[in-house]
């Protein structure tokens, strides 16, 4: 079935976007935008049914994370010298910051596993198939990422 | 496969979904879909790999038709681009056009059939001008090693028509002409058909007259005799 990338940006780009967030990407509306970059690029290569096309798009957003993770190890810290000047407060985000914060509290395979299940909202296969792990690990570290997040974010909001 | 979530973590998987759900700031996507606008497709490795190989084999086939239109291909490669293209209908000039020795006949080169005449002239200039395959400048023609003239035996070396010098090479009117030999349907194991009969008296006839004129005489000194014919009884 043929996309359109303008499309599948209008009905992926909040997912893609709140996956990028909780997994704490630097610049997460920059990366968004990398990543339906690439999907304009290459829609046209692209052959599946919606499900697929989800899938498709958050394994480029994964990926992205994961060649920027690299490339921010390789980087050398600024670490010496006066940090610089805060020019101004920053703007508050209406998201969710507790949930945020028992997200960073878990495993990053834990993370990984639970926002691909919930945020990205793909079957527990897909996960699988994007991590590649096998589903029943992929299904005991959902699990786990529950039980802590559970623990973790305050009951009511 | 067993997906349940368990009810206390509903909550928890909830607002994990609502963080999937914040839409995007307008002037965000805005510039997004700008931009993503503006990106050109990417074409897959296949296509572009199958377009260039398809470019390449275009340029080569242009390329080597017209410089065989032009002649100017080398010898062996004009002769063979003279064999495919010709019979299409391009016209392709032959390496040794207007050569009589090694080039077609020029009812070939027009693509048309060839006269009795023209016909009975090519195989006359071509035995009289041209070197045959396998001998020297002087080798002897077709016919050569096929036995003695209307039917006597042949002289030894000839016998298997291997590739010896004949005793009158060069002389037409010495030895046994090529008219004097068997037909093309000898050996064959059908019939000739009525037309291929008449072509071939036709062309014999013909070289037998250009014989006659050259030579004024039979082999044996008798002008009354043409080789080909058959032999004086009294002699």
Known sequence: MP????????????AVLGYLRAQRAP?????????????ARDIGRFRGDGAALRRWV????????LDDARRRARRPRLSDGEPPEQAAPPVPDPVDEDLLAAL???TPDQRQVVLLRFVADLPLAEVARITKRPVGAVKALQHRALENLRAGVSPSR | MDDHIDPQDSGTVERLRALGRRPVDPATASAHLTAMAAASPRRSPWRTKAALAGAFLAGLLLGGTG??????????A?????????PMGLNVPHPHAGNPCKGPPVWARERREPTAEEQAEHERVRREECPQRGEGRQGPPAHAGRGGPEGTPGRGRG??????????????CRGRPDFAGPPPWAGRDTDPSEAEVRAHQEARKALQEAWRAQCGRGPGGDASHVPGTSPPQDR
């Open chain 1, 3 to 14: 996309h359109s990338a303008a499309d599948a940006y209008r009905e992926l780009a909040p």
């Open chain 1, 27 to 39: 610049d997460p509306e920059d990366v968004l935008g990398e990543v339906f970059l690439q999907v």
């Open chain 1, 58 to 65: 958050f394994a480029i957003a994964h990926n992205r994370l």
């Open chain 1, 104 to 106: 960073d509290a878990l």
């Open chain 2, 67 to 76: 410089l065989a239109t032009a002649g100017a291909l080398p010898e062996p």
């Open chain 2, 78 to 86: 004009q002769a063979v681009a003279y064999n495919v293209l010709h």
């Open chain 2, 159 to 172: 016998q298997e028509g291997g590739p010896e010098r004949r005793p009158h090479a060069g002389d037409p």
